[in-house]
């Protein structure tokens, strides 16, 4: 089987939005975890008067963990995949959150942003340093980028779980409800093949950031995901 492109990603999640929900729904602190990183954007007053861009939100459960910490912030989803797009516009949202269909590295935002979002976006950009100098020079200076991304190389042990959880659990869910283990099997490789925690560590600091560190997921999912916090 052919394995997929990083430039086909996006139309290879327009493929399985349509169940996409329902298989990050049965992760075990899927939604939990991604709401444990929106608070380290560390926004006061539930985020009144402040703005917030969610890159990569895909149907939104991103943006939930966003809205969730900021209530009252003007929130702006980012996605390069149509299907998900059309996935969280279903949802029911309240007239601060909107959504923009771009690819994050061709994204012309009208910054800056008090705080930016991306969950599991860093490993799917073919070169991720121009987009997060992009991400750098849209933040306010003080405001914080977030991200929450999947990083096993620097241990034997989490790699070795996350191969584990892959073959038994997402590849076969993503197969029974896609009907193609393509994206699945993507996910897998590119979690191993990505930067390991201090190598990302390091990445953003080259690309501007300040005050880096780096914070553990709690559950099954620690060691495998981690949130990335840095200062513009």
């Known amino acids: 089987m052919a394995r997929l492109a990083v430039e086909a990603v996006p139309d290879a999640f327009d493929v399985a939005a349509p169940g996409y929900d329902l298989l990050v729904g049965a992760n075990p602190g899927y939604h939990r975890e991604l709401r444990r990183s929106a608070t380290a954007l560390a926004l006061p007053d539930d985020g009144a008067g402040r703005r917030l861009l969610d890159l990569g939100c895909g149907t939104g459960a991103s943006t939930a963990a966003v809205l969730a910490v900021a209530p009252r912030a003007e929130i702006v989803g980012v996605d390069a995949s149509r299907g998900m797009l059309d996935q969280a516009r279903r949802k029911a949202w309240p007239e601060n959150v909107s959504f923009v269909h771009a690819r994050v590295e ?127």
Do not use: M
């Not at 930016?116 to 070169?127: E, M, P, S, T, W």
């Not at 501007?208 to 914070?215: A, K, Q, S």
């Open 106 to 232: 061709d994204l012309v935002a009208e910054g800056p942003f008090d705080g930016i979002f991306a969950a599991y976006l860093i490993r799917n950009l073919g070169d991720p340093d121009p987009v997060l100098a992009t991400v750098r020079g849209l933040l306010e200076p003080g405001g914080r980028f977030v991200a929450h991304e999947y990083s096993v190389r620097d241990s034997p042990l989490a790699a070795a779980l996350w191969t584990a959880v892959c073959w038994t659990v997402i590849i076969p869910g993503g197969v029974v409800v896609t009907g193609s283990p393509k994206l699945y099997t993507y996910l897998w490789r590119s979690v191993l093949a990505f930067d390991g925690a201090r190598a990302l560590r390091g990445r953003l600091r080259r690309n501007g950031f300040r005050r880096v560190r780096v914070l553990p997921a709690a559950g099954w999912q620690r060691g495998i995901v981690h949130t990335f916090v840095g200062c513009a």
